[in-house]
């Protein structure tokens, strides 16, 4: 399965939007994702260190995962490619680029970011 860029961003906001738990997570549904779509996406993002999963897979379901919290690097993250503006240029970018991993796509999104900065501003970060 691919890394769904679109799919990570709004997970990423979705759990944002939740009061966090500490233990208990909670299903994350995306309209037009699909379960295994979504829980593949939850692991990776786990993996990342950008959310805080639990793995409630049992037979049959491998994919299955739940969401309780963003963790620091998971807000920071979400922080950088919140600006629809960013957002377009970091995949642009991306795009570009070929394969991206999603430490890549921090990156290549707190550039975007700095240059939208000194653009609108004039500061040079």
């Known amino acids: ?74 807000h920071e993250f979400l922080d950088t490619i919140r600006d629809d503006e960013v957002w377009r240029r970091t995949k642009e970018v991306a795009g570009k680029a070929g394969s991206v991993s999603l430490q890549g796509l921090l990156e290549i999104g707190k550039a975007v970011a700095k240059q939208q900065i000194a653009e609108r501003f004039g500061l040079v970060l």
């Open 1 to 74: 399965m691919k890394l769904d860029r679109e799919l990570v961003r709004l997970i990423l906001l979705e759990v944002e939007t939740r009061p966090p738990t500490q233990y208990n997570g909670a299903p994350v549904e995306i309209s037009g994702y699909d379960e295994d779509t979504i829980g593949y996406h939850l692991m990776l993002l786990g993996e990342a260190g950008f959310l805080v999963v639990e793995d409630v897979g049992y037979l049959g379901k491998e994919l299955a995962f739940e969401a309780s919290r963003l963790t620091y690097s998971g």
